[in-house]
């Protein structure tokens, strides 16, 4: 019988249960509990950021980002095209116009130039997408956004464990959103969280996470009684999730130690498969060794050839993004072609990290 290598395979560390079973001996479900702030010391320890909160959804934090951030109707909001639909969908929810800038084709993240091409005097906010939990040049962007006066957020859902320069995503910006959903490293199901580096906007997030409450100040018995200070929503992470995601952080270097080497096999396996099975492009191991191992891909003009050949050989290959300027509800948005993020869209294949195969 053929055996099947699934794309991905969620990671279980073994203490989930045990963390679990402690929530419900102790009868404390809801946000805010002993293991919601274990875990906030883990991520602290790991991005060495100070103000981080537990979210529902990376899509949840970056819709707090866009309400914390204030953005009116008419406000400019530069992000990629090639992006999951939460990036775009949060600022379009507050009425942002949306600027599609176009990607480089090795990092698949935008450019500078680009950014700087849909720059106006309108624009409020630049979203920038580490693909793959990678950037090469978020230091830059940083400082083009501080020189000119333009929030920047960092989508950094697939980016938990990568880096730039040492510096862990998501803590260049003024916030970074980063994603717990199933299909990351590390998961919990459904989750995420918010890490807050411009001071000025944490009074504003802590209550937009609490429903528009100061409940966070109450509970550090900073007022008596809390109220209705901000728009908000329910954007906390529930203590059960919490627990399962601490059993997961205890084990994130271990998690990207392992996915690395089996990127690292996969790709050298990927560099010597018959023709009918080798992309035409893949990244160099150096482009790799940057990331969390989060997605191991290549680029392919015969892709639906390309998979149904892997699907032959019982490996699950998938293709990636559809350009939001082309999707049926993001084309309200659309300026201009977009070459690269149209090119990368019709040929990004995208292999499995987790397990070791060969053909
Ligand atoms: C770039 C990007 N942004 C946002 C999200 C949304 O994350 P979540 O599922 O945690 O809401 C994803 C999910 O895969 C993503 O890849």
């Given at each position: 019988?053929?055996?099947?290598?699934?794309?991905?395979?969620?990671?279980i560390?073994?203490?989930e249960?045990?963390?679990?079973?402690?929530?419900?001996?102790?009868?404390?479900?809801?946000?805010?509990?002993?293991?919601?702030?274990?875990?906030?010391?883990?991520?602290?320890?790991?991005?060495?950021?100070?103000?981080i909160?537990?979210?529902?959804?990376c899509?949840?934090?970056?819709?707090?980002?866009?309400l914390?951030?204030?953005?009116?109707?008419?406000?400019?909001?530069?992000?990629?095209?090639?992006t999951?639909v939460?990036?775009?969908?949060?600022?379009?929810?507050?009425?942002?116009?949306?600027?599609f800038a176009?990607?480089?084709?090795?990092?698949l993240?935008i450019?500078?130039q680009e950014?700087?091409?849909?720059?106006?005097?309108?624009t409020?906010a630049?979203?920038?997408?580490h693909?793959?939990g990678?950037?090469?040049?978020?230091?830059?962007?940083?400082?083009?956004?501080?020189?000119n006066?333009?929030?920047?957020?960092?989508?950094?859902?697939?980016?938990?464990?990568?880096y730039?320069?040492?510096?862990?995503?998501g803590t260049f910006g003024?916030?970074?959103?980063?994603?717990?959903?199933?299909?990351?490293?590390?998961h919990?199901?459904?989750?995420?969280c918010?890490?807050?580096?411009n001071?000025n906007?944490?009074?504003k997030?802590e209550?937009?996470?609490?429903?528009?409450?100061?409940r966070?100040?109450?509970?550090?018995?900073?007022?008596?009684?809390?109220?209705w200070?901000?728009?908000?929503?329910?954007a906390?992470?529930?203590?059960?999730r919490?627990a399962?995601?601490?059993?997961?952080?205890?084990?994130?270097?271990k998690?990207?130690?392992?996915?690395?080497r089996?990127l690292?096999?996969?790709l050298?396996?990927?560099q010597n498969?018959?023709?009918r099975l080798q992309?035409?492009?893949?990244?160099?191991?150096?482009y790799?060794?940057q990331?969390?191992?989060?997605?191991?891909?290549?680029?392919?003009?015969n892709?639906?050839?390309?998979i149904q050949?892997?699907?032959?050989?019982?490996?699950?290959?998938?293709?990636?993004?559809?350009?939001l300027?082309?999707s049926?509800?993001?084309?309200?948005?659309?300026?201009s072609?977009?070459?690269?993020?149209?090119?990368?869209?019709?040929?990004?294949?995208?292999f499995?990290?987790?397990?070791?195969?060969?053909?």
């Amino acid at each position: 019988m053929l055996l099947i290598i699934p794309f991905h395979i969620p990671y279980i560390s073994g203490k989930e249960n045990e963390y679990i079973a402690n929530v419900i001996a102790k009868k404390s479900f809801s946000g805010i509990g002993d293991y919601h702030h274990k875990a906030i010391q883990l991520l602290k320890g790991l991005t060495k950021v100070e103000s981080i909160y537990l979210t529902t959804s990376c899509t949840s934090a970056l819709e707090i980002a866009a309400l914390a951030l204030d953005i009116q109707t008419g406000d400019e909001v530069i992000l990629p095209s090639f992006t999951f639909v939460s990036t775009a969908n949060a600022f379009a929810l507050r009425g942002a116009k949306l600027l599609f800038a176009d990607i480089d084709e090795h990092s698949l993240n935008i450019s500078l130039q680009e950014i700087e091409r849909l720059t106006t005097a309108n624009t409020k906010a630049i979203v920038v997408v580490h693909y793959n939990g990678y950037s090469d040049n978020i230091s830059q962007i940083k400082e083009f956004a501080q020189n000119n006066n333009i929030f920047l957020i960092e989508d950094a859902a697939q980016a938990i464990n990568g880096y730039c320069n040492n510096e862990h995503l998501g803590t260049f910006g003024d916030i970074g959103c980063i994603s717990f959903h199933e299909t990351k490293n590390i998961h919990c199901g459904e989750g995420g969280c918010i890490l807050v580096n411009n001071q000025n906007l944490i009074d504003k997030i802590e209550h937009i996470i609490e429903k528009g409450t100061n409940r966070l100040d109450f509970l550090k018995s900073k007022t008596k009684f809390y109220e209705w200070k901000d728009l908000g929503f329910s954007a906390d992470m529930d203590e059960i999730r919490a627990a399962f995601l601490t059993a997961q952080l205890e084990d994130i270097q271990k998690v990207t130690n392992q996915r690395m080497r089996n990127l690292l096999h996969n790709l050298s396996q990927l560099q010597n498969v018959p023709n009918r099975l080798q992309p035409d492009y893949l990244p160099t191991e150096k482009y790799f060794a940057q990331t969390n191992a989060h997605i191991l891909w290549g680029l392919s003009k015969n892709r639906e050839q390309l998979i149904q050949n892997f699907k032959t050989a019982g490996i699950t290959v998938y293709s990636h993004y559809t350009p939001l300027h082309l999707s049926s509800f993001g084309k309200q948005f659309y300026e201009s072609p977009l070459p690269v993020t149209e090119k990368v869209s019709r040929q990004i294949v995208r292999f499995p990290v987790h397990t070791k195969f060969s053909i």
